[in-house]
Protein backbone atom coordinates (compact mmCIF):
# COMPACT_ATOMS: atom_id res chain seq x y z
CA UNK A 1 0.00 0.00 0.00
CA UNK A 2 1.20 3.61 -1.01
CA UNK A 3 2.73 5.79 1.72
CA UNK A 4 1.25 9.15 1.41
CA UNK A 5 3.00 12.30 2.37
CA UNK A 6 1.48 16.05 2.78
CA UNK A 7 2.46 19.52 3.26
CA UNK A 8 0.98 21.47 5.51
CA UNK A 9 1.73 25.19 7.16
CA UNK A 10 5.10 24.79 5.49
CA UNK A 11 5.85 21.45 6.71
CA UNK A 12 6.19 17.80 5.64
CA UNK A 13 3.73 15.06 7.25
CA UNK A 14 3.46 11.36 6.75
CA UNK A 15 4.01 8.82 6.42
CA UNK A 16 0.08 8.28 6.01
CA UNK A 17 -1.80 5.35 4.30
CA UNK A 18 -4.49 6.30 1.55
CA UNK A 19 -7.45 5.65 3.68
CA UNK A 20 -5.55 8.22 6.43
CA UNK A 21 -5.35 11.13 3.71
CA UNK A 22 -8.64 10.64 2.62
CA UNK A 23 -10.10 10.57 6.28
CA UNK A 24 -8.15 13.89 6.58
CA UNK A 25 -9.48 15.28 3.14
CA UNK A 26 -12.97 14.56 4.62
CA UNK A 27 -12.50 16.14 7.68
CA UNK A 28 -11.21 18.73 6.08
CA UNK A 29 -8.05 19.42 6.88
CA UNK A 30 -6.48 18.80 3.76
CA UNK A 31 -7.92 20.98 0.79
CA UNK A 32 -7.74 20.63 -2.86
CA UNK A 33 -4.63 22.78 -2.68
CA UNK A 34 -2.77 20.78 -0.56
CA UNK A 35 0.37 19.70 -2.38
CA UNK A 36 0.99 15.66 -1.85
CA UNK A 37 3.45 13.26 -2.74
CA UNK A 38 4.13 9.18 -2.68
CA UNK A 39 6.85 7.03 -3.94
CA UNK A 40 6.46 6.64 -7.30
CA UNK A 41 5.61 10.77 -7.89
CA UNK A 42 8.36 12.57 -9.71
CA UNK A 43 7.20 15.85 -7.51
CA UNK A 44 4.68 17.16 -5.20
CA UNK A 45 1.46 18.16 -6.53
CA UNK A 46 -1.47 19.89 -5.30
CA UNK A 47 -3.92 17.44 -4.28
CA UNK A 48 -6.71 18.38 -6.64
CA UNK A 49 -4.39 17.53 -9.75
CA UNK A 50 -3.71 13.84 -8.02
CA UNK A 51 -6.57 11.40 -10.43
CA UNK A 52 -6.10 8.57 -8.19
CA UNK A 53 -7.03 10.83 -4.77
CA UNK A 54 -10.09 12.56 -7.03
CA UNK A 55 -12.02 8.99 -7.49
CA UNK A 56 -14.15 7.51 -4.65
CA UNK A 57 -12.05 4.70 -2.49
CA UNK A 58 -12.96 1.17 -3.23
CA UNK A 59 -14.60 -0.35 -0.42
CA UNK A 60 -14.83 -4.15 0.78
CA UNK A 61 -17.99 -5.53 0.63
CA UNK A 62 -18.73 -5.40 4.46
CA UNK A 63 -18.35 -1.81 4.34
CA UNK A 64 -21.16 1.25 3.01
CA UNK A 65 -19.84 2.65 -0.01
CA UNK A 66 -22.11 5.52 0.80
CA UNK A 67 -21.00 9.54 1.16
CA UNK A 68 -20.91 10.42 4.79
CA UNK A 69 -22.83 13.64 5.67
CA UNK A 70 -21.73 16.23 8.33
CA UNK A 71 -24.50 15.28 10.57
CA UNK A 72 -23.57 11.69 10.46
CA UNK A 73 -27.68 10.12 9.80
CA UNK A 74 -29.49 9.51 7.09
CA UNK A 75 -32.11 12.19 5.97
CA UNK A 76 -35.54 12.15 6.56
CA UNK A 77 -38.04 11.86 3.64
CA UNK A 78 -40.38 15.03 3.44
CA UNK A 79 -42.98 12.97 1.65
CA UNK A 80 -43.03 10.32 4.78
CA UNK A 81 -43.46 13.47 7.30
CA UNK A 82 -46.25 14.89 4.99
CA UNK A 83 -47.98 11.80 5.14
CA UNK A 84 -47.88 11.07 8.76
CA UNK A 85 -48.92 14.41 9.34
CA UNK A 86 -51.54 14.26 7.39
CA UNK A 87 -52.37 11.04 8.64
CA UNK A 88 -52.40 11.28 12.25
CA UNK A 89 -54.78 14.84 11.35
CA UNK A 90 -57.56 12.38 9.05
CA UNK A 91 -58.19 10.50 12.24
CA UNK A 92 -58.14 13.52 14.26
CA UNK A 93 -60.74 15.38 12.37
CA UNK A 94 -64.40 13.64 13.16
CA UNK A 95 -66.53 14.34 9.81
CA UNK A 96 -63.75 15.46 6.71
CA UNK A 97 -61.07 12.25 7.57
CA UNK A 98 -61.06 11.43 4.02
CA UNK A 99 -59.79 14.98 2.83
CA UNK A 100 -56.48 14.26 4.60
CA UNK A 101 -56.71 10.92 3.86
CA UNK A 102 -55.89 11.19 0.36
CA UNK A 103 -52.96 12.82 0.67
CA UNK A 104 -51.47 11.05 3.68
CA UNK A 105 -51.66 8.06 1.09
CA UNK A 106 -50.69 9.86 -1.85
CA UNK A 107 -47.31 10.80 -0.12
CA UNK A 108 -47.21 7.59 1.97
CA UNK A 109 -46.91 5.47 -1.41
CA UNK A 110 -44.60 8.43 -3.24
CA UNK A 111 -42.54 7.93 -0.04
CA UNK A 112 -41.99 4.55 0.42
CA UNK A 113 -40.60 4.09 -3.24
CA UNK A 114 -38.26 7.30 -2.96
CA UNK A 115 -36.63 5.40 0.00
CA UNK A 116 -36.76 2.54 -1.73
CA UNK A 117 -35.02 3.85 -4.81
CA UNK A 118 -32.97 6.06 -3.08
CA UNK A 119 -29.08 6.02 -4.01
CA UNK A 120 -28.29 6.99 -0.68
CA UNK A 121 -29.41 5.95 2.74
CA UNK A 122 -32.62 7.81 3.37
CA UNK A 123 -34.76 7.93 6.73
CA UNK A 124 -38.24 7.98 7.06
CA UNK A 125 -39.92 4.65 6.46
CA UNK A 126 -42.09 4.51 9.55
CA UNK A 127 -43.27 7.37 9.36
CA UNK A 128 -44.32 6.60 5.68
CA UNK A 129 -45.98 3.59 7.19
CA UNK A 130 -47.55 5.23 9.56
CA UNK A 131 -49.26 8.08 7.22
CA UNK A 132 -50.51 4.91 5.24
CA UNK A 133 -52.26 3.19 7.78
CA UNK A 134 -53.67 6.40 9.33
CA UNK A 135 -54.50 8.04 6.08
CA UNK A 136 -56.39 4.54 5.20
CA UNK A 137 -57.91 4.76 8.60
CA UNK A 138 -59.37 7.97 8.19
CA UNK A 139 -60.41 7.21 4.96
CA UNK A 140 -62.60 4.31 5.83
CA UNK A 141 -63.61 6.22 9.05
CA UNK A 142 -65.56 8.62 6.45
CA UNK A 143 -66.64 5.93 4.15
CA UNK A 144 -68.28 4.30 7.00
CA UNK A 145 -69.61 7.74 8.06
CA UNK A 146 -71.17 7.95 5.17
CA UNK A 147 -72.92 4.55 5.00
CA UNK A 148 -74.17 4.80 8.24
CA UNK A 149 -76.26 8.54 7.68
CA UNK A 150 -77.36 6.44 4.12
CA UNK A 151 -78.86 3.88 5.58
CA UNK A 152 -80.08 6.03 8.46
CA UNK A 153 -81.59 8.64 6.08
CA UNK A 154 -83.22 5.84 4.06
CA UNK A 155 -85.06 3.67 7.71
CA UNK A 156 -86.27 7.46 8.70
CA UNK A 157 -87.68 7.48 5.02
CA UNK A 158 -89.20 4.64 5.12
CA UNK A 159 -91.07 5.48 8.36
CA UNK A 160 -92.99 7.95 6.57
CA UNK A 161 -96.65 8.32 6.63
Not at 11 to 20: A, H, L
Not at 48 to 66: H, N
Not at 99 to 107: K, S
Request: proline share 6%.
Amino acid sequence: MNQWYYGSQGQQNGPITETELRHLIGQGLISRETLVWREGMQEWRKLLEVTELQAPPMVSPGQMGYPQNSMNYAPNSGLAIASMCCGIASIVFCYVNALPGIPAVVCGHLALKKIRESEYPMAGRGMAIAGLVTGYIGIMIQIATIVFFVIMFREIGSFSP
